[in-house]
């Protein structure tokens, strides 16, 4: 089999995914002839879920198609914000990424989180099933095919893991309305409902109570509401500059 080499051009945008040789303009790449773009795009170690259009001598491409001799390749990001049609717009996240996903729910955004590790297979199925994007910094999960949508989270800290997944997917934000624990919906209750579950002291000083219409956990405004209300104001001052 003769190899075909073609350069490849990779936006700085996914410079992370790619050896710093392939960070500075179009290199050339050998490939086998039959591989599909997408699966040397995949080779180069980029996720196709980072993966917007692909251009190939001026003009996009699938990623199925067939790479010629001689091809110049350019390969960009996906546009902001990010469309994933077929489906309500809701995630998965993997166990890594737990406080994102309280901040997601926080903000009221459907978002599946799984506390354990079930492994790939188990998660991207789960995807599939659920029509969520599955949110992850493992390359590995994200490259299986059976997955609904798929992202890369970027960062490790979750103010900006949050920062990045609402500039890139702009999902509507309605903020204390899912309980952050198991991302049921909230409702109003009375103190009498949730009695069991305060102390002393927080039954004597708060009469407002919300309660999760799934697993029956009891919110008020604690001591921690202040920093949480800081979480839900950025979100919301970033949206606003955003769509201003």
Not at 16 to 31: E, I, K, M, N, Y
Not at 131 to 142: A, E, I, Y
Not at 182 to 202: H, P, S
Request: hydrophobic share 40%; proline share 6%.
């Amino acid at each position: 089999m003769n190899a075909t080499e073609i350069r490849v051009e990779v936006d700085p945008a996914l410079h992370l995914f790619v050896p710093a040789a392939r960070r500075h303009g179009a290199s050339a790449l050998a490939t086998d002839g039959v591989s599909t773009l997408g699966h040397v795009i995949e080779s180069l170690g980029i996720p196709l879920t980072e993966v917007g259009a692909l251009v190939v001598d001026g003009r996009p491409v699938p990623p199925g198609h067939i790479p010629g001799a001689a091809e110049q390749v350019v390969v960009r990001p996906v546009e902001r914000p990010q469309r994933v049609p077929g489906a309500p717009l809701r995630f998965l996240l993997d166990v890594h990424l737990g406080t994102l996903a309280r901040r997601l729910r926080l903000l009221g955004v459907d978002t599946a989180y799984e506390s354990t590790d079930i492994g790939d297979p188990a998660l991207a199925a789960r995807s599939a099933a659920e029509k969520r994007v599955m949110l992850s910094r493992d390359r590995g999960l994200l490259r299986r095919r059976e997955l609904w949508a798929g992202a890369f989270v970027y960062s490790t800290r979750p103010d900006d893991q949050l920062h990045d997944i609402l500039d890139r997917f702009d999902p509507e934000l309605r903020p204390w309305t899912r309980c952050t624990a198991c991302n049921g919906l909230l409702r109003e209750a009375a103190k009498e409902e949730v009695a069991d579950q305060l102390e002393g002291g927080t039954r004597r000083t708060y009469d407002v109570f919300a309660q999760c219409a799934e697993c029956g956990r009891a919110y008020w405004k604690g001591a921690h509401h202040d920093q949480l209300e800081a979480i839900v104001e950025r979100a919301l001052n970033r949206r606003g500059a955003v769509r201003h």
